[in-house]
């Protein structure tokens, strides 16, 4: 098997509390046999991310590696697009009110 012909999948994080695992959401579609409609699921991936860089919500890509433990069977290879932290998206969120004047000034 050559190394560049593993297979990869690109997915969410949805969990990164393990040191050094994350856990991928990889979403895709299908045609259902029996009703002949696409139908959309959803497969959980345990991967390895050595530097613990990949937090949750971020676009990643995984490709297959040799079996780290007993459910890891994936390495982390790059992070497409990093998530926006919610503390970030607030404190924008209140700035453009203060320019607009939507919100009243505290009293000083």
Do not use: W
């Not at 959401?25 to 259902?32: I, L, Y």
């Not at 139908?39 to 990949?54: P, Q, S």
């Not at 982390?76 to 004047?101: P, T, Y």
């Amino acid at each position: 098997m050559e190394r560049n012909s593993r297979t990869t999948f690109q997915g969410v994080v949805t969990s990164a509390n393990n040191a050094k695992t994350i856990t991928v959401t990889v979403s895709t579609k299908r045609n259902d046999p029996i009703y002949a409609k696409r139908v959309g699921y959803e497969k959980k991936f345990y991967a390895h991310d050595e530097k613990g860089e990949a937090k949750v919500g971020d676009l990643v890509t995984i490709a297959a590696c040799r079996p780290m433990s007993a459910t890891k069977r994936f390495r982390l290879v790059s992070i497409d697009k990093r998530a926006v932290a919610i503390e970030e998206v607030a404190a924008a969120e209140e700035a453009l009110e203060i320019a607009e004047g939507t919100v009243e000034k505290e009293a000083e």
